[in-house]
């Protein structure tokens, strides 16, 4: 899962487990840290921000009720950073799959598109935008996808598309009534 609407419950449940294992917090969970949703993913963002992020930790940590430690903080922060970067990384095979497929079919020895991008965790996390780019010009090095952030929000993204496929639908079935009509003839 890549979506900014379940990267901080992964998160949540990965600090679970590994305070039920011994690993973090003395072996200690909070009742707040057991509460599925208590861990966001704007916390994530908030612990990777570079410079503030062991403070933003500190705080977060201590909302939650947790009796933290340094090497907890430290924790904290790679589990973070790896269920984000885990995001990107799905994030960009996937890009790069679809771009290299095009490129492929098309005969092209280089393919260059624009991708338009929505949603928060793109927008607001601090190291996302930029391993989603590196990891698509390394998984298709033939390629170049310019990332646009849109401004419609994906609604309306959502809609257009789904108007888009209507309009297919409804020509290929125009196509098919002609079809079914020259056999009908003959």
Known sequence: MISGMYLG???RLLLVRMAQDGLLFQGQVSDQLQTPGAF???FISEVEEEGSGPQHTERILTGLS?????????????VCDA???????????????V???IRTNRGLQQFQ????????????????KAELQDVVQDLAPQCTLDFLVSVDGSGKGAAM???VAQRNAAQSHLIDDEEDEDQDQN
Do not use: M, Q
């Open 9 to 11: 419950e992964i998160v």
């Open 40 to 42: 966001t993913t704007s």
């Open 66 to 78: 947790l009796r933290w430690s340094a090497v907890d903080l430290r924790a904290v922060c790679l």
């Open 83 to 97: 269920v984000s970067s885990r995001a990107a990384r799905l994030c960009a095979a996937a890009l790069a799959a």
């Open 99 to 101: 771009a290299n497929r």
């Open 113 to 128: 598109t624009t991708v338009a991008v929505d949603g928060t965790v793109y927008k607001k996390h601090p190291n996302f």
């Open 161 to 163: 598309v789904t108007a």
